[in-house]
């Protein structure tokens, strides 16, 4: 069973920066595609980015593009989240997500139904 879990929120004021960690078990990460998603009290979890395997391909919603970038590290079976230029808008539960299956397609990773694993969520607060 893969658990996540995730660390590093906190509350920033805008423009600040902050870097969220996925750490995984259970299963090598290295099998694992994983993404980030976020959701704002009252609205439908959204995508904000995703990784392949290898960390050879990177995918990003267009809210986030430019700010945050994602990363991986299989030898530690960790997974970033660097977020630069924070947003009020940006305050959110930020959740790690993973699966094994399919062929990676910017629908697929996009989409939460791609994912049999969630972590817990961290919250993250943008101040202006």
């Known amino acids: 069973q893969v658990q996540l879990v995730e660390s590093g929120g906190g509350s920033v004021q805008a423009g600040g920066s902050l870097r969220l960690s996925c750490a995984v078990s259970?299963?090598?990460?290295?099998?694992?595609?994983m993404g980030w998603f976020f959701q704002a009290p009252g609205k439908e979890r959204e995508f904000a980015a995703a990784i392949g395997w290898s960390g050879g391909s990177t995918y990003y919603a267009d809210s986030v593009k430019g700010r945050f970038t994602i990363s991986r590290d299989n030898a530690k079976n960790m997974v970033y989240l660097q977020m630069n230029s924070l947003k009020p808008e940006d305050t959110a539960v930020y959740y790690c997500?993973?699966?094994?299956?399919?062929?990676?397609?910017?629908?697929?990773?996009?989409?939460?139904?791609?994912?049999?694993?969630w972590g817990q969520g961290t919250q993250v607060t943008v101040s202006s």
């Open positions: 259970g299963r090598a990460s290295s099998s694992l595609y």
């Open positions: 997500a993973a699966d094994s299956r399919g062929s990676l397609t910017s629908w697929v990773v996009s989409t939460t139904t791609s994912y049999r694993y």
